[in-house]
């Protein structure tokens, strides 16, 4: 891809790539149905799974996404924050979420434990890790690896995000 470097970034991030969208629109949708309990978001979420995975393959990643959520949902310092599906704008908690699963998948330690520390309270950081770790070895499995983000693009990125939550729900958060 033109204007990519080495760190999957170019001037600003691009999700087109199957990994990177199954994380990103999967969380955006996921936590959307829990902050607002409709299952359109999940419907839409399974979806997506299924045409990307296949429908076995996508109901496991689905599996590994929805625990992921709740368990992120239930284990965070404050109440999570999403961008509405298909939006351009990537938030503070959607960056940390890319890049918690890519620093999994990727046996990066210091940017597993960067975003970590920046999600969920210290005590709960081993429960996110074993829901986030599950999540990103499934989609692993199926050949879904997402581009490795170093820390220090992490926080570049962390410095040019927005609050998120343009969400039609009308900001409605996961907590």
Known sequence: MQGEREDGFGREPS????AERLVLEGYRYWSSGCATRSTEPWAEAQLLYCRVLGDRDGRQG????ADFVKTLGECAT???RRFHSGSRAICRDETLVIGLIAGLQNGDDQTTAFCLHRLCC??????VAAAAGNFALTLKCF???MLPVAVHVLVRLLAATRDGDDDPSGGAVLH
Do not use: E, G, M, Y
Request: charged letters at 25%; proline letters at 15%.
């Open 143 to 145: 050949d879904k690896v």
């Open 78 to 80: 404050c109440p999570l």
């Open 122 to 127: 210290p005590q709960l950081c081993d429960t």
């Open 62 to 65: 689905i599996i590994a996404l």
């Open 15 to 18: 999700f087109k790539r199957p």
